[in-house]
């Protein structure tokens, strides 16, 4: 078996909050799954990597940040800029351009997770 990234989780203090930012920023759905606050992520029917959205467990304030830094495949990181400020979220980095890679967006969601969007170029991803 390879070691694939397979889950991701987004935490958050407001869950229906976040869930609306995904929602309408990417087009995300959601499906409620075990506990309450709890919803898997259905980012894609071809997707490979599943998510869940859950209540935060313990805020980390005053902290560098923990956790892995998750990047969004775009198909226009200016749109995703603007569709991340139009639904709430912070755009903290670019649109910037990395050389035979593509262009890279990083924002904060409306739970200040950090987030990057990048529209790969041709062939890359």
Known sequence: MPNDIAHFAIHADDCQRAKTFYEKTFGWTFEPWGPPDFWRIH??????????LQE????VTGQGMIGFECTIAV???QAAAKAVQANGGKVTMGPFEIEGV??????EDTEANVVGAMQYQQGVH
């Not at 980012?43 to 869940?52: E, L, M, N, R």
């Not at 593509?102 to 924002?107: I, K, N, S």
Request: glycine fraction near 8%; proline fraction near 9%; charge should be positive.
């Open 43 to 52: 980012t894609s029917p071809k997707a490979a990597v599943h998510g869940a």
């Open 56 to 59: 935060r467990r313990t805020p």
């Open 75 to 77: 198909d226009d990181a």
């Open 102 to 107: 593509g262009t890279l967006v990083m924002f």
